[in-house]
């Protein structure tokens, strides 16, 4: 079987064959704002969306597993997602998507599925003796955000920023949240419901919108940038790109007519900004647009 399609059938193996729903990152939802860029950011790429004074953004908060109705208070909810499309004009867009650890759990396609067969055999344990790169994904302290705006979300792959000089630079992602990173407290987490994240958003919109500055860390001379398991060391210089803000759920009238049909897309599409070597990124590149493609097959029309 084709890599990409290992990946998702191991995934549907480990949290369900649900044909309408994500396999990775199942549970989750839409919301609407807008990004506005730095002036600094047109200096490092030429992507539209870093010198367009401001791009529409559709966003989507999500959690870990391809259960649909995983509670928010379960461990395994644990890492969330942030994945933003820039709807840059007709038929233009570029997207990146993150999640809140820093850490992955295998540096090639071939190692995530390995990685992921041993979780669905209950081996994960033996396995993580002879691949001691899985470890810092699998003890990583995963907190729960006080909501979804008060956590940092992180790329893991590389990609190439190449600006209207022609230099190219590569860099790593982090949204981080203008709020702060504020975590519940193990009393506030027992005191929450199943739904708590998704429950309490609009009352956070009511208060305000949710922003996340885009921040690019830029590799160093020598660093790695086709294997997500070398972490940059954090002295690298951070630059900021620009501001995400997100003021709503998003209506259902504006998403297009089968509501979970939005389908991100890992590659960034657009000039300006280009995939790393990373091997994770290239099983992505594959996964998303298959994954997504058995998806809207699947989903009824609203
Ligand atoms: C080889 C490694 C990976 C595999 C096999 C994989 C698999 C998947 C699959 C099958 C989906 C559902 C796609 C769809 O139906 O639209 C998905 C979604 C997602 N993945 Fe991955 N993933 C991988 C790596 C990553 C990494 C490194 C990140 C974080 C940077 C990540 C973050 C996400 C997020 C946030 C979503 C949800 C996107 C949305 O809201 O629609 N994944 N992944």
Not at 56 to 77: E, H, K, M, Q, Y
Not at 103 to 122: C, H, I, K, M, Q
Not at 214 to 224: F, H, K, P, R, Y
Request: hydrophobic letters at 35%; one cysteine or more.
């Amino acid at each position: 079987m084709p890599l990409h399609l290992d990946l998702i059938s191991t995934l549907k193996d480990m949290f369900g064959r649900i044909d309408n729903a994500r396999p990775s990152h199942a549970r989750g939802v839409f919301v609407t704002g807008s990004f506005t860029p730095t002036d600094e950011a047109k200096e490092w790429s030429i992507a539209p969306h870093f010198s367009s004074p401001s791009t529409p953004v559709i966003a989507r908060f999500s959690l870990f597993t391809g259960i649909p109705n995983i509670p928010a208070t379960d461990p395994n909810a644990n890492p969330h997602g942030l994945a933003v499309r820039f709807l840059i004009g007709d038929d233009v867009k570029t997207d990146i998507i993150c999640q809140s650890s820093t850490v992955f759990p295998a540096n090639t396609g071939e190692g995530v599925l390995a990685f992921f067969s041993n979780y669905r055999d209950g081996t994960v344990e033996e396995y993580a003796k002879d691949h001691p790169e899985a470890l810092p994904f699998m003890q990583e302290d995963r907190k729960f955000p006080k909501n979804f705006g008060t956590q940092s979300f992180y790329s893991i792959n590389a990609f190439k920023f190449i600006n209207a000089a022609g230099k190219s630079v590569f860099i790593r992602y982090r949204w981080v949240p203008l709020s702060g990173r504020q975590f519940l407290t193990q009393s506030e987490l027992e005191a929450k419901g199943p739904n708590f994240l998704f429950d309490e958003l609009p009352g956070v919109f009511a208060q305000g919108p949710i922003s996340f500055k885009l921040v690019a860390q830029v590799a160093g001379e020598g660093d790695i940038t086709d294997n997500c398991n070398e972490i940059w060391p954090e002295d690298r210089q951070l630059v900021e790109l620009g501001m995400l803000t997100l003021t709503k759920v998003t209506d259902k009238e504006a998403l297009p007519p089968q509501k979970n049909s939005i389908v991100y897309n890992a590659m960034p599409g657009v000039p300006g900004i280009e995939p790393s070597d990373d091997p994770v990124l290239a099983a992505r590149a594959r996964v998303y647009p298959t994954s997504g493609e058995t998806r809207r097959a699947a989903e009824p029309e609203n």
